[in-house]
């Protein structure tokens, strides 16, 4: 049962990994963009 | 709508007899994928026999393909979709006539690469209703769904990559349900292959149905 | 002080909602890695294995609700002219995507030690697969190097028969397997009973991904709205930053 260990190890860092690097992505390339858009066209914050 | 389609229909079956472009080039293609099929699944071990619906399908959606990029970018060239869009012919007319051109090039070519398979694969053909009724259905299918997806993907520069991407996983089921019926007219017993054909069925009314509605905001944009 | 918060509260598409709700869904992807790696069980019949699921099941259910969001967005655009609509179909299909990336990968993880291969032609994978391919035909089509007009009305006719293709093949591919075998293969494993701490544990994993779901979305739907305001205000700002990045280097 122990060898099972790996696959779960597997499929949980590829789920955290994929959703945190996709996270981080998304927000760098928000940072970088909205200093193109001037804010009174943002609609938050 | 209909005389619409006709003119369109009639204007591109016109253009194909006078070029000869799926004559020509589309046909051989189709045929040469036979042969190629032939290569790779060694003759002589019953493969082929096995899965000659199969291949004889994917012939056919590759050369759809090839048809269907030929069919579009006859409109694309020139500014030729301003014109249509200015002929005040009814969009979903265009699309129908579209459609049936796109069709029965397609019928014709299926005709032609079911008499290659018959003889290069040595088929025994059983089954007529069920294999004709498959080809129709199937043939409105990747008609309908292609001229959709083809003016999606028309008048860009990424339209030969684009089009078989958004279409090949599309027309999966009709693969499918052609292959599964085309099975089983060949092996006797075309009671399992109706169920296929009415899946197919419901798939071509849903592409004729979106290219209708949908045809009219793709063409007046741009 | 002050103002370099506040600067970089402008600059991002974070806000103080969002930043709740981030809060939010860490905490519960905590609560999920302590449930699902530790507290809960092994199962009697797939051993550790059944851990991967956790993940897994949450990820299909939001990956499915992705694809509803863009197919109902592409379809309220087309209708009404509603720029929001599209942009929430664009931001769910590409987390849509992401997420049915994760569902592949994870259950060919799983079915290995399960089935013993990675691959099997089951209904559901195959029709998982061409899920996948589906939407990246959208995205495809959403991310062309065209005329914005051109680009969201063509993603949109795609997006809107995102959902009814895939109910199209998920029914072919299910009579094409069930035509040669049984679906036995899934029945002794999602299916099985579940109950008490495993149960508990697929729940807080439906709230962690669902949660880590709502925050990208509205994160990718701010950065879909900035670049649509970008488009609209013209190259001319991009080539000029570029312009100005370039002399400063």
């Known amino acids: 049962m122990s060898g099972n260990w790996g696959y779960v190890a597997a499929a949980w860092v590829i789920v955290f990994g994929s959703l945190a690097g996709y996270a981080a992505r998304t927000i760098r390339r928000g940072r970088s963009i909205s200093t193109q858009v001037p804010p009174e066209r943002r609609r938050w914050s | 709508m209909l005389r619409d389609a006709l003119l369109i229909a009639g204007k591109d079956l016109r253009l194909e007899l006078r070029s000869r472009v799926a004559l020509n080039q589309v046909l051989p293609f189709a045929l040469l994928v036979l042969v190629l099929f032939a290569f790779a699944l060694d003759p002589d071990r019953g493969l082929l026999a096995r899965a000659t619906p199969g291949l004889y399908w994917v012939a056919v959606l590759f050369s759809a393909l090839l048809a269907l990029q030929r069919s579009l970018s006859v409109e694309s060239a020139d500014g030729n979709r301003d014109a249509l869009r200015l002929s005040g012919l009814d969009p979903a007319g265009i699309f129908l006539g579209k459609v049936l051109a796109v069709a029965t090039q397609l019928a014709v070519l299926e005709v032609l690469l079911g008499v290659g398979v018959a003889v290069l694969y040595t088929t025994r053909i059983t089954g007529w209703v069920l294999l004709a009724v498959t080809c129709v259905v199937a043939t409105a299918s990747i008609a309908a769904a292609g001229t959709l997806f083809g003016v999606v993907a028309a008048g860009l520069r990424v339209r030969e990559t684009l089009l078989p991407l958004l279409l090949l996983p599309v027309l999966a089921p009709v693969l499918i349900g052609a292959t599964r019926a085309f099975e089983a007219a060949l092996a006797g017993s075309p009671s399992e292959g109706w169920p296929w054909v009415g899946l197919m069925g419901v798939f071509a009314s849903l592409y004729i149905v979106a290219g209708v509605f949908g045809f009219g905001p793709l063409l007046e944009e741009s | 002080m002050t103002t370099e918060a506040h600067r970089q509260d402008i600059d991002s598409t974070g806000s103080n909602g969002t930043r709740v709700l981030g809060i939010a869904a860490l905490i519960a992807m905590a609560a999920l890695a302590l449930f699902g790696l530790v507290l809960s069980p092994a199962d009697a019949n797939q051993g550790e294995v059944v851990r991967i699921l956790y993940v897994h099941v949450p990820s299909a259910t939001v990956a499915y609700i992705g694809c ?178 370039g002399a400063a280097s």
């Open chain 3, 68 to 245: 509803f969001l863009t197919t109902i967005g592409s379809a309220v655009y087309l209708w009404r002219r509603s720029r929001w609509w599209e942009l929430v179909a664009y931001a769910s299909a590409e987390i849509a995507t992401v997420f049915t990336s994760i569902v592949l990968v994870t259950g060919m993880i799983w079915g290995r030690p399960t089935w013993g291969v990675y691959w099997v032609w089951d209904a559901r994978l195959t029709s998982t697969a061409m899920l996948l391919l589906l939407l990246l035909g959208y995205l495809a089509v959403r991310r062309l190097p065209a005329d914005h007009e051109v680009r969201t009305r063509r993603a949109a006719i795609v997006g809107l028969l995102l959902v009814p293709n895939v109910i199209i093949v998920r029914q072919s591919v299910q009579w094409w397997r069930t035509l040669h075998q049984k679906p036995t293969l899934l029945a002794n494993g999602v299916g099985a009973k579940i109950e008490g701490l495993m149960l508990f544990s697929l729940f807080v994993g439906f709230i962690a991904i669902g949660l880590v779901f709502a925050w990208l979305l509205i994160h990718r739907f701010r950065l879909a709205w900035l670049e649509d305001q970008l488009d609209e205000a013209g190259l001319d700002v991009a080539i000029a930053e570029r312009r100005a990045e």
